[in-house]
């Protein structure tokens, strides 16, 4: 079994920064990458930024990068997501999820087997 459970959103004026943790618990060597995934209000969630587990690679969307950056600690299971520079169109339910898959990088739904419960992400104008 695995869980993994998200803190750090909040709401944040645009140009702020915010640091969002993944706490991960059980069968955690399973895991070949973790990543998160966003969804705003009416849009389709989507991927954000993905970190191999083992060897730390990362890998971005467009959008979010030079502002934001993924990191892991090993040693206590934690995954982060360091935002700087945010805008509204950040805004969203941030989600963090573990694959275990073996396609780098992994940025489809489907390629992830556990996910968090999410945790909101708000930038005001």
């Known amino acids: 079994q695995v869980q993994l459970v998200e803190s750090g959103g909040g709401l944040v004026q645009a140009g702020g920064s915010l640091r969002l943790s993944c706490a991960a618990s059980?069968?955690?060597?399973?895991?070949?990458?973790m990543g998160w995934f966003r969804q705003a209000p009416g849009k389709v969630r989507e991927f954000v930024a993905v970190?191999?587990?083992?060897?730390?690679?990362?890998y971005y969307r467009d959008s979010v990068k030079g502002r934001f950056t993924i990191s892991r600690d090993i040693a206590k299971n934690r995954m982060f997501l360091q935002m700087n520079s945010l805008k509204p169109e950040d805004t969203a339910v941030y989600y963090c999820?573990?694959?275990?898959?073996?396609?780098?990088?992994?940025?489809?739904?489907?390629?992830?087997?556990?996910w968090g419960q999410g945790t909101q992400v708000t930038v005001s104008s």
């Open positions: 999820a573990a694959a275990g898959g073996i396609s780098w990088p992994p940025r489809e739904e489907a390629e992830y087997a556990y």
């Open positions: 059980g069968r955690t060597f399973r895991f070949y990458g």
């Open positions: 970190i191999n587990w083992g060897g730390g690679q990362t």
